[in-house]
């Protein structure tokens, strides 16, 4: 399910509460995010609609080298203890010998961030801060090396995300086996079960109502924007060499 980013959001700054029954139950494995307690969030639900909404994520391994690689996933939440994450890396990507079930690896979503200008809240003799909101995954991946299973991770991730681009009508299972097996040869495709789920909305729900209320209303006039992918893509192509 899509989530509305600005009522996912919004309901973090104003309040939002650990949902009890569904709070995840202590971690086996070392935390890899520091949380202060104001800002840690473990309902399962919230922390999964977060993955789902903000699928681009950092898939971080420690050994035998530090790797980082970022890449769309797909959330499996009725699989494993917390759910289990899909994806896949090119074939020649060094960090899939770790994807051997024994390695530990970290898959960060990140979501909106930006600059909190103390201006916006109603007591000022404060420094400002940086707000934003992010789930850490920890597991062990494992490498997918069945063909029949890797067709289907590769149309499920090509059916979710091509089913929100407007008018689109592309179809995966219309291309000739030859091509899409030729494809296969260059990825290396996981799954990954959830061991451990960190949540930590950094957004500003410790202070005062007057402060949050201004914090929402500069916001909300979109203050403080991020360049979109269309500026990056427009301002890149600007500088390209005629062809």
Avoid: C
Avoid at 48 to 73: A, G, K, Q
Avoid at 220 to 242: C, G, M, Q, V, W
Wanted: hydrophobic content about 40%; charged content about 25%; glycine content about 6%.
């Amino acid at each position: 399910m899509d989530l509305d980013r600005r009522t996912l959001l919004l309901s973090a700054v104003t309040g939002f509460t650990v949902g009890v029954p569904e709070a995840q139950e202590s971690m086996a494995l070392d935390p890899s995010l520091y949380i202060p307690k104001a800002h840690l969030v473990e309902e399962r639900k919230f922390l999964h609609d977060f993955m789902e909404d903000f699928p681009f994520v950092d898939l971080i391994t420690p050994t035998p080298t530090l790797r980082i690689t970022h890449i769309p996933s797909l959330l499996d939440r009725t699989s494993g203890r917390f759910g289990t994450i899909l994806g896949h890396i090119s074939a020649q990507n060094p960090q899939k010998v770790t994807f051997d079930g024994a390695h530990h690896a970290v898959i960060v979503f990140r979501g909106p961030h930006g600059y909190i200008s103390p201006s916006w809240y109603a007591k000022q003799d404060v420094v400002p801060t940086w707000n934003f909101g992010v789930v850490h995954a920890l597991g062990r991946p494992r490498a997918v090396t069945d063909p029949t299973a890797t067709r289907a991770l590769l149309a499920r991730l090509i059916r979710t995300f091509d089913s929100k681009v407007a008018g689109s009508h592309y179809d995966f299972s219309t291309l000739p086996d030859s091509y899409v097996t030729g494809m296969m040869q260059g990825i290396a495709p996981f799954t990954m079960d959830i061991e451990a789920l960190e949540g930590k909305f950094k957004l500003g729900q410790e202070r005062s109502e007057g402060d949050r209320r201004g914090v929402l209303e500069h916001l909300h006039k979109d203050a403080y924007r991020e360049r979109s992918l269309y500026d990056i893509t427009e301002a890149f192509y600007r500088n390209l060499p005629a062809k």
